[in-house]
């Protein structure tokens, strides 16, 4: 997933500086530079979310977790891996496969490029599938240290 992202990234890099060199050294602006690097920015952003859900670096608060002795630490932990779960499958797989079923079916095309916006919308359900695999090992992991 890693050298997946940094592909991904390195093409809205290249997308972005033809972006700039067309419109001011070149006078002419391409047409789809623009729309292409929200879109990219998109699948960065939600598999970026699911690559350091993966590997725990996602922003966290955890000054209760620290302050608690160590059974409660391991609840806590589970409960929090719980709902990270529970919101991955209800908003992020539930909802991104309805939204991108209706933009498929509206046929709602992106308007410089003309790509089925349902595409664009699969990362949501993709990124959210991911976050629960994740989680699920992480419960696992809690449940083995015992």
């Known amino acids: 997933m890693e050298v997946f992202l940094v592909c991904l990234m390195s093409v809205l890099v290249l997308d972005v500086l033809w972006q700039v060199f067309s419109r001011y050294l070149l006078s002419s602006p391409s047409s789809f530079t623009d729309e292409l690097a929200g879109f990219l920015l998109i699948w ?57 079923y209706t933009r498929f079916v509206l046929q709602v095309k992106s308007a410089a490029l003309q790509l089925p916006l349902g595409y664009v919308y699969s990362v949501l359900p993709i990124s959210g599938l991911i976050i629960m695999f994740y989680e699920v090992l992480h419960i696992l992991e809690i449940k083995k240290s015992k």
């Not at 609840?75 to 539930?94: G, H």
């Open 44 to 100: 960065v952003g939600m598999l970026g979310a699911a690559y350091v859900a993966g590997r725990k670096e996602h922003l966290a608060i955890d000054i209760l977790i620290q302050k608690s002795p160590p059974a409660r630490q391991r609840l806590l932990i589970y409960i929090i891996r719980s709902l990270i779960f529970l919101f991955a499958l209800s908003v992020m797989v539930t909802g991104g496969v309805i939204l991108m």
